[in-house]
């Protein structure tokens, strides 16, 4: 190894150690000596990144994010011109819940001649799970990501918005906004998420899929977006900066995600896939919301991923639950620290036409702390 190279892991680790003390600048201009040293990696760019976020530099974040996913998953379109390997023991398996939506959005491309190699053997290989050369490619890279131009006008001037009280905290409340993106604006986040293969986190248990921003979800029109909820929030809440943002999709016999809270202390929930793919009565498909708020003193494990716990705290308070029917450019506002779950996705089993739900979590500004 040269010096050059033992410089620069000495310089990493100082930066690794200064993001886990959440010294976000100190973090940031030690991982930029390494770029500016000629190294760079997926890991790198997505600490970078965190560091850009944690200090409100949302523009940065974004950067980092597109950068490490060109080199973890687009080598073409990438300078070094080869995708980073993958760790040893990665599963020797296809995913069942990737290869049945992946199979569905390359066909429904090549149906709209958006694609022209998606051949009959290869949806055939996919769609069986058998690992080959080629479906491993799949699994491991981006083979369509198609560039989404933001419109002039994301959110609709005239959104519709029902506020309800909660009880947790003096003045806590949920909203429900209703026609929430203009018509370019609900296309444009529909062509972002129908088209680009970049749903890489897969939950077979429960059979739904994410997209995220170090991932391939760090694109011009998602920053747009992110920028607008973030308004939003900021508008009918308090100031807020983003903390993470995702998309959820949900295969036809998804049960949803069950009763969790979030860390954040702002959920905002957009439905974008119109309810007139929704398969059963008015309601599934939506989201319930519990008038029960975690305390401080629990556990992040303890309430994100113990449903069971959770039930037990709401039957224990005898908390209400507010049932939000699923409808078509739809969103829900709600403070994180409130516990909920997505109700059962009963859509049609297309891809155009399967549930997906953005959501932006954001935390209380710096500035109004």
Same mark, same amino acid.
């Given at each position: ?181 203009? +018509?370019? @604006?609900?296309?444009? !986040?529909? &062509? ?5 293969? #970049?749903? %890489?986190?897969?939950?077979?248990? =429960? ?75 008015? +309601?599934? @498909?939506?989201?319930? !919301?519990? &008038? ?5 003193? #629990?556990? %992040?494990?303890?309430?994100?991923? =113990? ?63």
């Amino acid at each position: 190894m040269s010096q050059r190279q033992l410089q620069a892991q000495r310089i990493l680790g100082a930066a690794d150690h200064a993001l886990g003390q959440r010294r976000f600048a100190e973090a940031l201009a030690q991982y930029k000596a390494v770029f500016q040293m000629g190294f760079e990696s997926w890991a790198i760019h997505v600490n970078a990144a965190q560091c850009c976020k944690r200090m409100g530099d949302i523009e940065g974040a974004f950067r980092h994010f597109e950068r490490g996913f060109r080199i973890k998953r687009r080598p073409d379109l990438w300078a070094g011109g080869a995708a980073e390997a993958r760790v040893a023991g990665d599963e020797a398996r296809l995913s069942p819940t990737y290869c049945r939506n992946l199979s569905d959005q390359l066909a429904w491309l090549r149906a709209r001649g958006e694609i022209d190699w998606f051949d009959a053997d290869l949806e055939d290989d996919l769609r069986k799970g058998v690992l080959t050369g080629k479906t491993r490619a799949l699994r491991d890279g981006c083979s369509h990501y198609p560039e989404i131009s933001p419109p002039c006008e994301i959110l609709s001037p005239d959104m519709l918005i029902e506020r309800v009280e909660l009880s947790g905290k003096p003045g806590d409340c949920f909203y429900i906004l209703d026609n929430v993106l203009t +018509g370019e @604006g609900r296309q444009a !986040l529909l &062509d972002q998420l129908l088209k680009a293969a #970049i749903w %890489f986190d897969v939950r077979d248990e =429960r059979g739904y899929l994410g997209a995220h921003l170090h991932e391939g979800f760090a694109t011009p029109f998602v920053l747009g977006l992110a920028h607008e909820m973030q308004a939003t929030i900021s508008r009918l809440a308090e100031p807020v900066e983003v903390a993470q943002l995702w998309a959820f999709r949900y295969l036809q016999e998804s049960q949803g995600i069950d009763i969790h809270a979030d860390q954040g202390d702002w959920n905002l929930n957009i439905w974008p896939v119109d309810e007139t793919h929704l398969q059963e009565g008015d +309601g599934v @498909g939506g989201m319930t !919301l519990y &008038d029960l708020r975690i305390g401080e003193d #629990i556990a %992040f494990e303890d309430y994100n991923a =113990r449903p069971e716990l959770n039930r037990d705290r709401i039957a224990v308070a005898g908390a209400a639950e507010h049932v939000v029917p699923y409808r078509g450019n739809r969103a829900v506002l709600f403070p994180s620290k409130y516990l909920h779950k997505t109700n059962a996705a009963r859509f049609s089993d297309s891809h155009e036409g399967r549930r997906i739900n953005v959501t932006m979590m954001a935390d209380r500004a710096a500035a109004a702390a």
